[in-house]
Every structure is written in C-alpha cells, then in structure tokens.
C-alpha cells in the first residue's frame, strides 16, 4: 500500500512552501489594495489543451476591459500562446518553482492590484489564486456536461449577460494567417495519459490504412516526450514510407499550432493537440477513452468523436481503454467521408 497523501515528501514539501508564501504576504493580506483600476487578473494554470480552449473567453473579457488591462497568470511552458494573441502582461509560474520566485512574483501582482481576478479552473482551485489578495473574484467550479458551459457560467458572474456556446468557441486560425503546408493528414501519435493512448498496434494499422486510403498526402506525426519518440521511431522502422514524416519533439509549439492549422484532417486522441484542432475549426477524428459522456466531447460539426464497444478482450496492460482500445479502421473510415475529406 502506497503512503498516505499527507506523509508523502512531495506533499509536505509543497505545503510547507505555500505556508512561506502565504506567510511572506500576509501585508497585502490584511491590507487590501484599494487602487481604482481597470486590471483584471486571469489565473489559467492548468494544461495546453485547457488554455487554447480558454481563448475566446479571455477575448471576450478583453474586449469588455480592453487588452492593455489584462494580465495573465499561466504555466511557464504555455507563455508563447499568450504572447501569440496580444498579450503582454504575461506572469508565469510553476508548481515546483523556488519559493523566493513566488514570493517575489506575488508580492508583485499584489502591488500591481486587481479590479476582477477570474479563476479559469477546468477542474479544482488552483493553489495560486490563494496568494491574490486584490479584486473581485470569480471562478468556474460548478459541474457541467460540457467545457464550455463553464465559460459561460464565469462570463455571466462577471459580465452580467449569457452567452451561446457559438459565441465562447475557440477560433485561433487569424493568427495563423499564411499556409505553409499541402496536402497533410496530422496525427497526435499519443497523450501525456496512457489511459488516453491508443496501443501501438492500433496505431500502427491505422497509418498503414491512411497511406492506403491517400496515397498523395504526407501524414505527419506530432507529439513530444521520449514516450512518443520511441512510438515513432518504431513505427518509421516497421512502416516504410516517404509520406510519413516524423516531427514528434522537433517543431516548437507554434509550429506544431500551424501545421495542424494547415491539415486535411487531424486525427488524434483527447489531448491538448485535439484541442488545438478545434480551436482551429479543423476536421477532426477524436479517438475517445471514455465509454461514458465526457465534458471534453466538441460535438461541432467538424468532429468526429469515436468509440469502440470495447469489451474485456480489448483490455491492455498499459495503454487505452476497452473503448479506445476497440475503435476500427472502418470508423475512421466512415468518419473520413462523414467530414467529407478529399482524396
């Protein structure tokens, strides 16, 4: 039997240093900024695929309070997002950042002061929004069947007014002005979650079939992590082809952004890729984990999300579920015309 959470070293650690931060904030604490101001504070710390989707909201806000008066508090690895749509008061921090770090960055943001801090948790409270002590706050923690019925639920806390899921949608394709690429099918080759990975297999007999079904488009492979560099190097040994073309860990995210911008189709799992896909209003092949309904399900025209009627048989020791585990090619394949994807 593992520890109990609170004997584990990682958890003490990072309560004890919480309890520093908040300990080197307690003036701004019990002295409230009282400044007059336009500032709204969004606080976004959670994963890549949760911060594109996250983009029209911001926006929106933007739009309300104007840009030059927007800050955002996000993950240091999903600054170039930030930076890619405007915005230029960027804070950043990270779970396991020096605790001097955080404290400097703070008491900052604390002397800066706040009119309106919204809180965009997908999932729990994040730990950070407890060091801001100025502002109104709002957050998004009341459950829904969709992602972004939460958006909406947090735009009227602050705003005042409803909006449509059309409205709060993704779009991030005008930043992503020029085409670069022609005739490319992407392929997200896994997820940081093995549970949400195909099994190689599976992965494997579905490029073969591509290649079969569009002998004229390159298929290239995205990703990152050793995890997804060894899928690819396996498969570039075992499938011989020029059309594919491996780019996992070898692009920056913005160019992964526009290559995916510049497919004929994207096929991939729940991931932050999938994501990216639909903010970029692309043709898009979901190859879902969850036999249930999930909140991360984009039922737009342009998606396709897939599910097998996985039974035990499709059970496997590390990657998937019986539900990922037992999508066909003839579902893809059937979903390939639904989207009415060109040869």
């Given at each position: 039997?593992?520890k109990?959470?609170?004997?584990?070293?990682s958890?003490?650690?990072?309560?004890?240093?919480e309890?520093?931060?908040?300990?080197?904030?307690?003036?701004?604490?019990?002295?409230?900024?009282?400044?007059e101001?336009?500032?709204v504070?969004?606080?976004?710390?959670?994963?890549?695929?949760d911060?594109?989707?996250?983009?029209?909201?911001?926006e929106?806000?933007?739009?309300?309070?104007g840009?030059?008066?927007?800050?955002?508090?996000?993950?240091n690895?999903?600054?170039?997002?930030?930076?890619m749509?405007?915005?230029?008061?960027?804070?950043?921090?990270?779970?396991?950042w020096?605790?001097?770090?955080k404290?400097?960055?703070?008491?900052k943001?604390?002397?800066?002061g706040f009119?309106?801090?919204?809180v965009?948790?997908?999932?729990s409270?994040?730990?950070?929004?407890?060091?801001?002590?100025?502002?109104?706050?709002?957050?998004?923690?009341?459950?829904?069947?969709?992602i972004?019925?939460?958006?909406?639920i947090?735009?009227?806390?602050?705003?005042?007014?409803?909006?449509?899921?059309?409205?709060?949608?993704?779009?991030?394709?005008?930043?992503?002005?020029?085409k670069?690429?022609?005739?490319?099918?992407s392929?997200?080759?896994?997820?940081?979650?093995?549970?949400?990975?195909?099994p190689?297999?599976?992965?494997?007999?579905?490029?073969e079939?591509?290649l079969?079904?569009?002998?004229?488009?390159?298929?290239?492979?995205?990703?990152s992590?050793?995890?997804?560099?060894?899928i690819?190097?396996?498969?570039?040994?075992?499938?011989?082809?020029?059309?594919i073309i491996?780019?996992v860990?070898?692009v920056?995210?913005k160019?992964?952004?526009?290559?995916?911008?510049?497919?004929?189709l994207?096929?991939?799992?729940?991931?932050?890729?999938?994501?990216?896909?639909?903010?970029?209003?692309?043709?898009?092949?979901?190859?879902?984990?969850?036999?249930?309904?999930?909140?991360?399900?984009?039922?737009?025209?342009?998606?396709k999300?897939l599910?097998?009627?996985?039974?035990?048989?499709?059970?496997?020791?590390?990657?998937?579920?019986?539900t990922l585990?037992?999508?066909?090619?003839?579902?893809?394949?059937?979903?390939v015309?639904?989207?009415g994807?060109?040869?």
């Amino acid at each position: 039997m593992g520890k109990i959470k609170f004997l584990k070293t990682s958890y003490l650690k990072r309560k004890l240093r919480e309890g520093i931060v908040k300990l080197a904030l307690l003036d701004y604490k019990f002295l409230k900024s009282k400044k007059e101001n336009k500032n709204v504070l969004i606080v976004t710390m959670d994963a890549l695929g949760d911060n594109i989707v996250k983009s029209r909201t911001i926006e929106i806000l933007a739009e309300e309070y104007g840009k030059e008066n927007i800050y955002i508090l996000c993950k240091n690895k999903w600054k170039t997002l930030y930076e890619m749509q405007g915005y230029k008061n960027i804070f950043v921090d990270e779970t396991k950042w020096n605790v001097f770090y955080k404290i400097k960055l703070y008491r900052k943001l604390n002397k800066i002061g706040f009119f309106k801090v919204a809180v965009f948790n997908h999932s729990s409270l994040p730990p950070e929004e407890r060091y801001i002590y100025s502002g109104e706050k709002y957050d998004m923690s009341e459950p829904v069947d969709y992602i972004l019925e939460k958006h909406i639920i947090l735009l009227n806390k602050i705003l005042k007014r409803k909006l449509t899921l059309e409205e709060v949608k993704p779009d991030i394709r005008k930043y992503f002005p020029e085409k670069k690429y022609e005739n490319i099918i992407s392929i997200a080759v896994g997820t940081a979650a093995y549970f949400k990975t195909p099994p190689y297999s599976n992965l494997k007999l579905y490029i073969e079939k591509l290649l079969e079904k569009f002998p004229n488009k390159k298929i290239i492979l995205l990703g990152s992590g050793d995890k997804q560099k060894r899928i690819v190097v396996k498969l570039k040994n075992e499938i011989s082809s020029d059309l594919i073309i491996d780019l996992v860990d070898k692009v920056d995210l913005k160019e992964v952004m526009q290559i995916i911008k510049d497919s004929d189709l994207f096929i991939g799992g729940d991931s932050g890729l999938y994501n990216i896909a639909f903010a970029l209003n692309k043709k898009i092949i979901c190859l879902h984990w969850d036999s249930n309904k999930s909140a991360w399900e984009h039922n737009f025209n342009n998606v396709k999300i897939l599910k097998g009627n996985g039974t035990e048989k499709d059970k496997n020791e590390k990657y998937g579920t019986p539900t990922l585990n037992s999508i066909t090619f003839e579902q893809i394949e059937n979903a390939v015309k639904e989207l009415g994807v060109l040869k």
